[in-house]
């Protein structure tokens, strides 16, 4: 049966100050500034304008960026305390990484971007990664790669990390769901399915909860949610901590048919055939 990984990724109010931009049904991630362990800079992947008027100009185009999960080439990499929580919680091959984060809607005007005035920012899942490979990269990665490390390189196989450093690969195919031809891993549109924030104008850390994850309905629940009290009838309010928030399945069967009305109401490549 597999595992459901929420992972919140992308800039918060800690990392950054801000949300990431959404206009319509285009939404796009920016990763956190990083100095260390990377050579990819917000220019480099063509955030750089947006980023730097969004933030006010705390945010330089030339800023280093921990770019992760890289969802064109289907890696992500995790280290320390997360990587032992998904290590405790046996989060293997086959499992599914769902990617969310904060973001806001935004308005142009005069070739420059701000955020709207009407969005108070809400949380939404933007990726999926069903996982491969499993890779323990140790504390010098540098065995991995046989080449210098470049702007294309991914973090967590440049410098020095903990000894738990871990890259996961994303199968080429998603499989497991009867899906013809649909990517292990890729990126949402903005959809009613990838919205998580109830009521988001209250507060936007209050989920949606389906009743396969709620154990108010005979649900899984998942790890840093143990108090009951955290779940309501159709919804549960997130911790403020914690990156990985690993689901383990009792209803396998209705897990999926949610999670494909995620991918089916997502608007994917033309050429998939579902």
Request: aromatic residues 12%; contains cysteine.
């Amino acid at each position: 049966m597999i595992k459901i990984i929420f992972s919140r990724k992308g800039l918060d109010s800690t990392a950054g100050g801000i949300p990431s931009p959404k206009k319509g049904k285009n939404i796009q991630s920016f990763p956190i500034p990083y100095r260390t362990n990377t050579l990819t800079s917000y220019e480099y992947l063509g955030f750089g304008k947006e980023i730097n008027q969004l933030s006010k100009k705390k945010i330089k185009p030339s800023d280093t960026c921990h770019y992760d999960p890289n969802l064109e080439t289907g890696q992500f990499g995790q280290v320390g305390a997360a990587q032992t929580h998904l290590e405790n919680n046996k989060v293997g091959i086959g499992d599914i990484f769902l990617f969310w984060g904060w973001f806001r809607e935004t308005v142009q005007f005069q070739n420059k971007i701000s955020f709207s005035k009407t969005d108070p920012g809400h949380y939404r899942m933007f990726g999926w990664f069903q996982i491969g490979k499993i890779i323990k990269l140790g504390d010098d990665p540098s065995w991995y790669s046989k080449e210098k490390p470049n702007p294309n390189s991914h973090p967590h196989i440049i410098g020095k990390w903990k000894k738990n450093n871990t890259l996961y690969i994303a199968k080429k195919n998603l499989e497991g769901f009867e899906l013809k031809n649909f990517p292990g891993f890729g990126k949402f549109k903005a959809t009613k399915m990838t919205n998580l924030s109830f009521n988001p104008l209250v507060k936007k850390s209050k989920w949606i909860c389906p009743q396969w994850l709620n154990p108010k309905h005979g649900g899984c629940g998942m790890s840093y949610h143990k108090n009951l009290s955290r779940w309501k009838e159709n919804t549960v309010d997130i911790v403020g901590r914690g990156q990985e928030f690993v689901a383990k399945p009792k209803n396998d069967k209705e897990c999926k048919k949610w999670l494909m009305s995620i991918f089916q109401s997502a608007d994917l490549k033309e050429n998939i055939n579902v």
